[in-house]
């Protein structure tokens, strides 16, 4: 049975930073690419990040050279690195399992004053 579960989320002020884990169970975590989506309130699922099997990434416009995406395979778990965060970057964060379209339950970031 495939498990994602994120987690690292929390409330930080403007400027801040946080560190996103998703660590997944029950697949071949080594073969897949992952990557991490964002929904706001009233808005629709944004994708902000992948990586695959070999380690190249892409990355959202919104969100180039603020994020960085990395993965450790023995862990089986990618992370997302996030500086200099803005009130616009409220929302639910998603992990997301490319190979099976499966995703996570979200972890949840707030950047308020």
């Known amino acids: 049975q495939v498990q994602i579960v994120e987690s690292g989320g929390g409330s930080v002020q403007p400027g801040g930073s946080l560190r996103l884990s998703c660590a997944a169970s029950?697949?071949?975590?080594?073969?897949?690419?992952m990557g991490w989506y964002r929904q706001a309130p009233g808005k629709e699922r944004e994708f902000l990040a992948d990586i695959n099997s070999g380690g190249s990434t892409t990355y959202g416009d919104s969100v180039k050279g603020r994020f960085t995406i990395s993965r450790d395979n023995a862990k089986n778990t990618i992370y997302l690195r996030m500086k200099n965060l803005k009130p616009e970057d409220t929302a639910v964060y998603y992990c997301k399992l490319y190979g099976l379209n499966f995703w996570g339950n979200g972890t949840l970031v707030t950047v308020s004053t």
């Open positions: 029950g697949t071949i975590f080594t073969m897949n690419t």
